[in-house]
């Protein structure tokens, strides 16, 4: 064994050393990873995010024009059919980000559980806007009346969201570093 002087001096430089050496690891691990991301990385263009628009919105639409002239019955069985095609949706783009987390696959479930809310509030809520407290602009007051027009629907969301919530947690998430670091930039 060595005197106490060497080893205390082999001490102080191990713990003076230790850090350095690994905020330079750490240091080349997020360059390698940052040229891996960009590999990645396919910028769209504004035509593509344009084209991706109109998808969504033909999507919509079509399930919106999917629904017309049905009658009450076969309307019921077309909204079903189609919350389990969106609900599928969500739940593969979830996996998907489960593997692979990258800003195109937190786009597209972010998308998928937008369609699939959208949908089903639009099929499963009606919104009443009420104004009340007579003649007096002063008093009055506006209140939304929101009415659970099929209660099913309702449920599936609801389910649909707790499931997918420790997703929807970490998509929060990153949107608090992503509003945190534009803070940072401004």
């Known amino acids: 064994m060595g005197n106490s002087v060497d ?3 082999y001490v102080s430089a191990l713990n003076t050393a230790a850090p350095l050496i690994a905020k330079d690891s750490h240091t080349q691990k997020n360059q390698t990873r940052k040229a891996e991301d960009t590999k990645l990385k396919k910028q769209k263009s504004f035509l593509d995010t344009i084209l991706d628009n109109n998808i969504q919105e033909s999507e919509e639409f079509y399930y919106e024009k999917k629904l017309e002239g049905l009658n009450l019955e076969e309307r019921k069985k077309a909204v079903d059919d189609i919350l389990a095609l969106l609900q599928d949706d969500v739940y593969s783009s ?9 800003t195109e ?10 369609k699939f809310v959208r949908f089903a ?3 499963s809520l009606d919104a009443k806007a009420v104004t009340s407290g007579g003649l007096n602009p002063l008093k009055q007051r506006n209140y939304v009346i929101v009415k ?3 209660e099913k629907i309702d449920k ?3 389910e649909l969201l707790f499931n997918q919530l420790e997703k929807l947690q970490i998509l929060a998430k990153l949107d608090e570093i992503k509003g945190l670091l534009i803070n940072l930039t401004t």
């Open 105 to 114: 696959t937190i786009t597209k479930y972010k998308q998928a559980v937008k």
């Open 121 to 123: 509030v639009s099929h």
């Open 156 to 158: 599936l969301t609801q």
């Open 148 to 150: 659970v027009i099929d």
């Open 7 to 9: 080893t205390s001096n």
């Open 94 to 102: 979830g996996a998907n980000l489960a593997d692979n987390v990258n």
